[in-house]
């Protein structure tokens, strides 16, 4: 082999082997904030969800990681002590109580770990609602004997379904609702 192939040869041999101690070092070195730093929530996806589609869907644990295994929608009027009834410990959690039960801004995404852990995202409902329904439902003559709380487990592995606070979803579901919220997102199922 002549000279400049020899060159050319160890160029390429010499960046591949940098290349690689790159590949070893650099998650090595990585920060702790960059550890820390909170994964995706609901809020994040949905506001990076295209303009022109009125309609998401996703699955919790494809949002929050696997280990999140189990998810609820804790709704307005909701009290700590019925979460607690419920074996939900709300003394780490950020859920803020008025006058003992969440207030009617906001609703929160409560999270359960595979080891009991809990954890909840603070979502206001004019970003996303995730109870207008359910809290229509609740007003029933039937769930009004039942006294049941305003929390709404979600289905593991089922994905929950969002819609656009359209026109049309205004005039379909919104119009007879007194529980309705003017927002940007609904949690439609």
């Known amino acids: 082999m002549n000279k400049i192939g020899q060159f050319i040869t160890t160029v390429v041999i010499g960046g591949f082997a940098v290349f690689l101690a790159a590949l070893i070092v650099l998650p090595m070195v990585r920060t702790a904030d960059a550890e820390s730093k909170e994964p995706s929530t609901v809020a994040q996806s949905l506001s990076a969800y295209p303009k022109n589609l009125d309609f998401a869907m996703f699955i919790p644990q494809d949002v929050y990681g696997p280990e999140w295994s189990a998810a609820a929608a804790v709704c307005p009027g909701i009290t700590e002590e019925q979460l607690k ?16 039960a969440v207030p009617d801004d906001v609703n929160y ?3 359960v770990s595979q080891y009991n852990e809990f954890k909840a995202e603070k979502l206001p409902r004019a970003k996303v609602d995730l109870c207008d329904g359910f809290l229509q439902q609740l007003k029933t003559p039937e769930a009004a004997s039942q006294n049941i709380p305003p929390l709404l487990p979600f289905q593991q592995g089922q994905p929950l379904q969002f819609m656009r606070d ?6 379909k579901l919104g119009k ?3 529980d309705y919220v003017e927002t940007d997102w609904h949690l439609a199922g």
């Open 166 to 171: 359209t026109p049309e979803y205004v005039e």
């Open 109 to 111: 995404m409560l999270l």
């Open 176 to 178: 007879n609702n007194p």
């Open 85 to 100: 009834e419920r074996g939900v410990e709300t003394g780490n959690l950020n859920i803020d109580f008025v006058d003992g």
